[in-house]
């Protein structure tokens, strides 16, 4: 059976594209709901229908003491680049779609030092698990990779982050 999600932004995931893309805004929104986000500097770097990309620079706040990126930075620049394709898909949407984070692996290849990118290219299947929640009303879980390279094109981490989404009670 042929998938029924547009490949084109509702205009709703537009504006939702158009804010995490916009620097300052962003930003704004990091420091109010994500703190730790941008104190590290994570940047979306791109965001499209079926994928993003999140950007994060090794500095002195997300340092360990083995002169790389501290796991939990990459996590968090990882989580990103899978979250912000989830919130676009369910960004304004009619009925209200909750989305949550399940589960969580990682594996880790090479030390990450210098700017570090995360793409996630599980856009397709994150907005086919909405539209599933929205016409069930049951919870759909997905499976969302998203692999860091550094500035060579060299893999050092990969996660896979299990989100949850469902109709929001009360919507």
Not at 1 to 27: C, D, G, H
Not at 71 to 95: C, D, I, N, R, W
Not at 154 to 166: A, L, P, Q
Request: with cysteine; net charge positive; glycine share 6%.
């Amino acid at each position: 059976m042929q998938s029924q999600v547009p490949t084109t932004l509702s205009e709703n995931a537009r504006e939702f594209q158009r804010l995490a893309t916009s620097t300052a805004k962003f930003k704004l929104f990091m420091l109010k709901d994500l703190p730790l986000a941008f104190f590290a500097g994570l940047k979306v770097a791109r965001l499209e229908h079926d994928q993003c990309q999140v950007r994060i620079d090794y500095k002195w706040i997300n340092k360990n003491p083995f002169r790389s990126m501290y796991f939990a930075a990459q996590a968090m620049a990882a989580e990103l680049s899978t979250g912000a394709l989830a919130m676009m898909h369910v960004y304004k949407e009619k009925p209200r779609v909750s989305m949550l984070v399940f589960d969580m692996k990682a594996s880790f290849s090479k030390k990450a030092v210098g700017r570090i990118t995360f793409t996630c290219l599980s856009g397709n299947e994150i907005a086919e698990a909405v539209r599933k929640a929205k016409e069930t009303g049951q919870g759909v879980t997905v499976d969302a990779k998203t692999i860091g390279t550094d500035q060579q094109g060299e893999r050092v981490s990969e996660f896979v982050f299990t989100w949850t989404f469902k109709v929001a009670k009360g919507s």
